[in-house]
């Protein structure tokens, strides 16, 4: 069986932003073109350039990045043109979907300290060049490196006061402060840091979007370190370190918080039901389902549910007024628990088979094959369907990748 996707563990001691997220991708050896291939696709290929240098903070090394744009005042515009422009773009479906999950937070984070409608947050606070770079380009990187689970240790948000483009604004930035009110993301203390911005809104809405969660890291096995420096002189080294790793186990039980909607429908045909269904699923929702129920004056309706992360919110209802005749959607957080769990591929003698497996609490193991990839290979071999699927699972409990084809199974 193939090896899983990777764990990552963002170390942010000093807090959280976009360049130094970038820089650690890029000292880890992500290379530049992975950055540059989708900012082109965006039509920002003359807009930037990487000013890019190994440096110290403290004593220890790691690479410095800023971004440096090619044009002194880029023209302003909202995040409804912005989003509207990253929807169009011909960006890998799964990258597109991880960028505007982070505008997304980030522009909603700005309306609600602004008090304005999130399609008219303006542009020089969501999406000027350098903030797409950094948010491309992490999301971008973070992919390339195949990371499955990233964990962020909580970052100090800062104290003081900052100039921006509403004046000065006190520290924690307002944006920074809405993020981890809104998804209950926890802040370390900012206590006997100097006063100054330590973590940014981009590079918080970055992890509020890719965090499976904020705590300490795990017992791990580190396999590459990258380490990117902030530009801020500080009383102490100003890093942030990506490390790559393989997860000591996976038997351990894992919470996640899930938003729901729900919305009871009695006045669509199946085919309808089952178009908005799947528009809800190729939207990012983690699961789908109907139930039947009967409504008032006895008429037959269904009730369609929605499990997803929270920040795919505002995407999914999009979604559900665009496809669905229900006027209302409930929408509520709930607690997941669940068991880790790997992805792979089993070379089988019938060709490939993609394998999900988790392990239980008391230690065993909860292998699934999938289920088109056997359709296929019976189809191809002309072999029962449950035939294949218990020889299949046989070679993932042997772990016999090598194992002589027999003539059937």
Known sequence: MQQPGRLAVVDCPTGLAGNMLLAALLDLGLPEAVVHEPLSAL?????????????????????????????????????????????????????????????SQLANAEAAVHGTGADQVHFHEVGAVDALVDVVGVCAGLQHFGITELICTPPPAGHGRVSTAHGWLPLPAPAVLELARARQLPLASSEG???????????????????DRFAQAPALVPEAVGVGLGTRQLDRPNLLRLV?????????????????????????????????????RNSGALEVFSQALQMKKGRPASLITVLARPEQAEALRAVWWRYGSSLGVREQQLQRWSLPREQGVVETPWGPVRIKRSRRPDGSWLCKPEADDLVVLALRHQLPLARLRRAVLALVDDDLTTAAPPPHP
């Not at 880029?74 to 479906?93: F, I, K, S």
């Not at 590079?203 to 890719?210: E, N, Q, S, T, Y």
């Open 244 to 280: 790559l790793a393989q997860p000591q186990g996976v038997s351990g039980e894992h919470q996640e918080t899930l938003l729901q909607q729900q919305a009871q429908i009695d006045d669509a045909s199946g085919e309808d039901l089952a178009f908005l269904m799947d528009a809800l």
């Open 193 to 211: 840091f100097p006063p100054a911005e330590l973590t940014t809104p981009t590079g918080m809405a970055l992890m509020a979007a890719w965090a």
């Open 43 to 103: 039509g920002l290929a003359e807009a930037y350039r990487f000013e890019l240098q190994e440096a110290r903070s403290g004593g220890l090394r790691g690479l410095q990045l800023q971004v440096a744009l090619t044009e002194p005042s880029p023209p302003h515009r909202h995040w409804g043109a912005l989003r509207t422009q990253l929807a169009a773009a011909p960006l890998e479906p799964q990258l597109q979907q991880r960028v505007l999950a982070v505008f």
